[in-house]
């Protein structure tokens, strides 16, 4: 062996260490990535979850507010009434 072949054979090694250094820092990066990435898509589902459509309860709370509406609007005519009968009463 010559020395150039030993030359050739120790810039191969030291390119495939220098390689193999810059996966490993790629590799320790992307780790990092992917954990923030998850962290971020529990957020958007979670935001997602949050706001969704309101429509149905929406119109429960009219259909309450209605119902509330008509026990009202009963309470009033009662109200009414009980003070005409006692108007005829005293009379």
Do not use: W
């Not at 150039?4 to 810059?22: H, K, P, Q, R, W």
């Not at 923030?36 to 459509?53: C, E, K, M, N």
């Amino acid at each position: 062996m010559g020395i150039e072949s030993i030359l050739l054979f120790i810039g191969l090694a030291v390119a495939v260490a220098t390689i193999a250094l810059y996966l490993i820092v790629v590799a320790a990066m992307l780790r990092d990535v992917s954990f923030t990435v998850g962290t971020v898509l529990v957020g958007v589902r979670s935001i997602a979850l949050q706001t969704q459509p309101i429509g149905s309860v929406l119109r429960d709370i009219v259909r309450d507010v209605q119902q509330v509406d008509d026990a009202l609007e009963n309470l009033l005519v009662r109200a009414d009434d009980a003070e005409a009968a006692r108007e005829v009463r005293a009379g």
